[in-house]
């Protein structure tokens, strides 16, 4: 069971200066017991004395411990626990990618760390069944984009008129989130 995804592309900028403030964000979003997925059931574990956790440990996002809040101690490191892999240069994460697996609850990951994410990043996801989804930052927040392809598909990345689309919806949203539109990733 589950439903299989990978990142078929990926132009993805997190700075080193803004690490601290993506992982107190990451941090924050386990105290979200209404987003997560994974569970014990009956709701019975006690939270250990110890333990300094925003989490639940009766509740957890998929795939993730319930307390890596405390375990985590990078926004690399939570990333990585939620199936995320990356690449660092001098200026900070240049790389990130989801490979072949189950799909978790990444988007809740990427939304986390998108007031810190570079504008004009984006990653794009394929899943088992071919379906294509994006996501474009604009250095605020992430918007869900619909994939479109051409038949030859050699290389991969969104159009400027993509982006600016996205900058668009993203302000419609923030007046009216209600509608609900996507734009369009044009891949080449």
């Not at 009766?58 to 405390?70: G, I, L, P, Q, S």
């Not at 619909?146 to 923030?174: C, G």
Request: glycine share 6%.
């Amino acid at each position: 069971m589950g439903y299989y995804v990978e990142t078929i592309e990926s132009d993805f900028r997190l700075s080193r200066e803004n690490y601290d403030a993506a992982f107190q964000s990451l941090c924050e979003l386990n105290a979200r017991d209404d987003l997560k997925t994974g569970g014990h059931y009956p709701s019975n574990l006690k939270r250990p004395d110890s333990s300094q956790s925003r989490g639940n440990p009766n509740k957890w996002f998929a795939w993730m411990d319930w307390n890596y809040d405390e375990t985590c101690h990078s926004v690399t490191e939570v990333l990585r626990e939620a199936g995320f892999e990356l690449e660092e240069d001098e200026r900070g994460i240049c790389e990130l990618w989801y490979p072949y697996q189950k799909s978790g609850q990444e988007e809740f990951f990427l939304g986390a760390v998108a007031p810190y994410v570079e504008a004009g990043s984006r990653i794009v996801f394929e899943g088992e069944d071919d379906c294509r989804w994006g996501y474009l930052f604009d250095g605020s927040r992430m918007v869900e984009c619909d994939v479109s392809f051409s038949l030859a598909p050699s290389s991969y990345q969104t159009t400027p008129a993509a982006h600016a689309e996205a900058a668009k919806v993203a302000s419609e949203r923030n007046e009216n989130p209600a509608e609900g539109k996507r734009p369009a990733i044009a891949i080449k």
